[in-house]
T-cell receptor, first 113, second 116 residues
């Protein structure tokens, strides 16, 4: 059974700092890995999707990397802003889980002005 | 497009009552997913449909839960009878025909359910 773990559970940083969020998964036979953002009381917004054959994806100040063999992904946020404050969730789609998305519990990020 | 639409946004009911949650996916999306999010268990997939047909309902917690998709633009998740432990945020999501292993899923705003 696929398990997804995110570290840290919560992170508070001053504005302007670069930061890294971590995600690990137990089953490396994945189709893809996605990073989502969830604002309080809202649904999830997909930020980046990395196919199993890719190593990284970039969108603006966000960069996500994937090391499938070690079961790890990182989300790098450059020059953080207060508007980046949210919960970030990692999710994987793996063959052994019937192609369903398995989510981590998220990292709650607070960027202080 | 207005995105995935869910109703109601909030629901408070008493134990034993029937609850029906509704979802309208993004037009043209062939896949529809129902998730439940709780503090204890995080975000869990309950069931998903492809072209209105249920594909995997192994996440449905018990027989009190049922889901239908009578057409491409509407789905319901029903809980009968409801119990306090069903209190959670229920999300609906949809994606294009490429399949859930490939395509991004677009989430609705969720329905916050409280069963007293």
């Amino acid at each position: 059974k696929q398990e997804v773990t995110q570290i840290p559970a919560a992170l508070s940083v001053p504005e302007g700092e670069n930061l890294v969020l971590n995600c690990s998964f137990t089953d490396s036979a994945i189709y893809n890995l996605q990073w989502f953002r969830q604002d309080p009381g809202k649904g999830l917004t997909s930020l980046l999707l990395i196919q199993s054959s890719q190593r990284e994806q970039t969108s603006g100040r966000l960069n996500a990397s994937l090391d499938k063999s070690s079961g790890r992904s990182t989300l790098y946020i450059a020059a953080s802003q207060p508007g980046d404050s949210a919960t970030y969730l990692c999710a994987v789609s793996a063959e052994t889980s019937g192609s369903r998305l398995t989510f981590g519990e998220g990292t709650q990020l607070t960027v202080n002005p | 497009d207005a995105g995935v639409i869910q109703s109601p946004r909030h629901e408070v009911t008493e134990m034993g009552q029937e609850v029906t949650l509704r979802c309208k996916p993004i037009s043209g999306h062939d896949y529809l997913f129902w998730y439940r999010q709780t503090m204890m268990r995080g975000l869990e997939l309950l069931i998903y449909f492809n072209n209105n047909v249920p594909i995997d309902d192994s996440g449905m917690p018990e027989d009190r839960f049922s889901a239908k998709m009578p057409n491409a633009s509407f789905s319901t998740l029903k809980i009968q009878p409801s119990e306090p432990r069903d209190s959670a945020v229920y999300f609906c999501a949809s994606s294009l025909w490429g399949g859930i292993g490939i395509e991004t899923q677009y989430f609705g705003p969720g329905t916050r359910l409280l069963v007293l």
